[in-house]
């Protein structure tokens, strides 16, 4: 077994202000759009004079107004989450962990970490009330989970910079930049950068506007050349000229200028939120199925959106992506007639084509329920099995009870009983001591005594990816956490899917 596996031209140039620095809610992701300014506060100088006796003008604020670091969103695997999350760590602390997270390779650590990213708790010491909420949305982003960050955005019911600025990216990624480019014409809390403010203008139909802002921005040589000329390209089609080379770190905003202009950038080599752009409808057919794979593989995506682009049309071709849309089109036709014979035909060529591509789970929790439902025997009995308790839920516990007699080690796992599996593997072995969680680290035991569950929680995800890798000390320790933090059900499932996941076809 192997456990392996993002008002004029003049006026706006004017405004033009520059971010403050060390500024506490820096993204803790490196590719969002410089969209909208940041001022920065500016002290006053000795010998500052007052222009007339008129008082300051007063800021006001509502005081329903609901704070952000306290926002989060409901949901089942929310609610099982220990509390508190993140009120007894320090922001500071939780920074770099929060900017390290990547999308895990076990689909129940993908669930386990964007429930965490999206309960409402308590924030951390050294938040502002607006830091970690950020931070949350920017981990988000970093996992491709776009819905949930938009969701989480909304949730904030503010409209300043730092929280268009997001919505905004979301809103290219996803193919509505241009409801993106009327909103922030109508808000007066946000001014565009002139990148956004070009593009906007361009995207809302005032194209003189456009080629006058950046003219203006040219003569007073405030606009980088290589920026000045992606822009030129983008309003105009005939300014030709060789291909630009691309940004070393492109933005969304980058992103949709360069397919503009008919030099798209590849999403696959870029930050896996960009793979939604690739979703598409104007996006070639291979491009939209690699990027759903790739989400779907992330938990960004669930099963009907990846299968909805796997059945867009028929396949022209053979070999590698092809042969798996070509198992899953028939997998489909089989299942929908659920003729079991069919069915048996052809589970184990999209078995083996899903465990190639590492979608297995996303596999399982499309078809597991049904599997269950049909006599199946043999190969394509014992792989319904494994679908069905890689799924969860009702259908694990009534596979279960089959897998009881034919695959007695997951029936244990399945049910807790660690101790029922006589001769365990080595690899068993580690699962069974996590699920015993006999043994702690002083670390990860002094995080639990401090009552630091988030990081504990997010110390497990890290484990059990390493896990996956085939480092059985951490499968052994990550367990172990989530045991110790209330979190068996979690544990099992991981539990499931290391041994599934690793079991040979």
Request: some cysteine; charged content about 25%.
């Amino acid at each position: 077994m192997r456990f392996d596996r993002l008002a004029a031209p003049a006026l706006a140039l004017a405004l033009i202000t520059a971010p403050a620095a060390g500024d506490e809610r820096r993204p803790v992701i490196d590719w969002l759009s410089d969209s909208v300014e940041t001022p920065r506060p500016v002290a006053p100088r000795d010998g500052d004079v007052a222009s007339n006796a008129m008082p300051r003008p007063v800021a006001v604020s509502r005081l329903d107004a609901p704070t952000p670091d306290l926002l989060g969103l409901a949901g089942p695997l929310v609610d099982t989450l220990p509390r508190p999350l993140w009120s007894r760590s320090e922001m500071e602390a939780l920074r770099p962990r929060l900017a390290a997270i990547r999308p895990a390779q076990l689909t129940a650590m993908q669930r386990l970490v964007t429930a965490m990213l999206v309960a409402p708790s308590a924030p951390p010491a050294g938040s502002d009330g607006m830091a970690m909420y950020l931070a949350r949305v920017d981990a988000l982003l970093g996992l491709g989970e776009l819905d949930q960050a938009r969701a989480l955005l909304a949730r904030a019911e503010i409209d300043g910079p730092e929280t268009f600025r997001r919505w905004f990216d979301i809103a290219i990624l996803t193919g509505t930049e241009n409801t993106a480019c009327r909103r922030m014409r109508l808000l007066p809390e946000i001014t565009p950068t002139l990148p956004a403010r070009i593009f906007c203008l361009a995207r809302t139909g005032d194209w003189p506007a456009a080629a006058l802002t950046l003219e203006t921005a040219r003569a007073l040589d405030v606009i980088e050349p290589a920026l000045a000329n992606r822009l030129t390209r983008f309003l105009d089609d005939f300014a030709g000229g060789v291909p630009l080379a691309p940004p070393a770190s492109p933005s969304p905003l980058d992103y949709a200028l360069y397919e503009a202009i008919g030099e798209p950038l590849r999403s696959a080599s870029l930050p896996i939120a960009f793979a939604h752009a690739d979703l598409r409808d104007n996006v070639g057919w291979r491009a939209r199925i690699e990027a759903a794979e790739r989400l779907a593989r992330a938990g960004a995506i669930g099963p009907e959106r990846l299968w909805s682009v796997y059945q867009e049309r028929l396949p022209a071709a053979s070999g590698g992506v092809w042969d798996r849309v070509n198992a899953i089109q028939r997998f489909e036709t089989a299942m929908r007639a659920r003729d079991p014979a069919a069915v048996a035909g052809v589970l184990p060529d999209a078995w083996d084509q899903m465990g190639a591509a590492d979608l297995r789970p996303i596999f399982a929790e499309r078809y597991g329920a049904g599997l269950l439902r049909l006599p199946l025997e043999g190969a394509a009995e014992r792989i319904a099995l494994r679908a069905a308790m890689l799924s969860g839920g009702e259908e694990r516990l009534r596979a279960t009870e089959t897998a009881a007699r034919r695959e007695p080690e997951l029936a244990a796992l399945a049910r807790g009983q660690d101790k029922a599996i006589a001769d365990p593997t080595p690899e068993i072995a580690a699962i069974l001591r996590g699920l015993r969680a006999e043994d702690l680290t002083q670390d990860n035991r002094r995080l639990i005594e401090d009552d630091r569950l988030g990081e504990a929680l997010l110390e497990a995800a890290e484990l059990l990816d390493e896990g996956a890798g085939g480092n059985l000390d951490a499968v052994t320790e990550g367990l172990s956490l989530l045991v110790a933090l209330g979190l068996r059900d979690t544990a099992i499932d991981a539990a499931l899917e290391l041994a599934i996941l690793g079991m040979q076809p």
